[in-house]
């Protein structure tokens, strides 16, 4: 069983994975543009500042789980064709559709969109 600090660890690991990725996708970005915050910190996993805010404007929320077997099933099944991209659009009962991409998949399309 994982303990607090480890849980801690693994989502500040997972945080420091999406800000990297924003960094290498918008080179145009210094470090101090896109921060990951404290574990336990109220707010966005991500800050970002007003020049990555206008390149990016999402409010970034991260999670790692150790289990999200359905969501995965959900992309693999999406795989099956494997000619496209997979997306999966889902949603809850009275919730709003969300729509899942891969990270880099997504990072791509926000990078040509603000092209």
Same mark, same amino acid.
């Given at each position: 069983? $994982? !303990? $607090?600090?480890s849980s801690k660890a693994k989502g500040r690991l997972g945080q420091q994975e999406i800000?990297? !990725? +924003? =960094?290498?996708?918008? %080179?145009?970005?210094? %470090?101090?543009?896109?921060?990951?915050t404290a574990m336990g910190q109220s707010g966005e996993d991500i800050q970002l500042s007003p020049k990555a805010r206008d390149l990016l404007p999402l409010s970034i929320e991260?999670?790692?789980?150790?289990? =999200?077997? !359905? +969501?995965y099933d959900w992309i693999e099944q999406a795989k099956q064709d494997g000619q496209y991209e997979p997306v999966v659009f889902f949603r809850g009962d009275r919730k709003e559709w969300v729509v899942m991409v891969g990270l880099e998949h997504y990072m791509e399309l926000v990078s040509k969109w603000r092209k």
């Amino acid at each position: 069983m $994982a !303990t $607090a600090r480890s849980s801690k660890a693994k989502g500040r690991l997972g945080q420091q994975e999406i800000r990297d !990725t +924003i =960094l290498k996708t918008f %080179p145009e970005l210094e %470090p101090d543009d896109v921060r990951s915050t404290a574990m336990g910190q109220s707010g966005e996993d991500i800050q970002l500042s007003p020049k990555a805010r206008d390149l990016l404007p999402l409010s970034i929320e991260v999670k790692r789980r150790k289990s =999200l077997a !359905t +969501i995965y099933d959900w992309i693999e099944q999406a795989k099956q064709d494997g000619q496209y991209e997979p997306v999966v659009f889902f949603r809850g009962d009275r919730k709003e559709w969300v729509v899942m991409v891969g990270l880099e998949h997504y990072m791509e399309l926000v990078s040509k969109w603000r092209k």
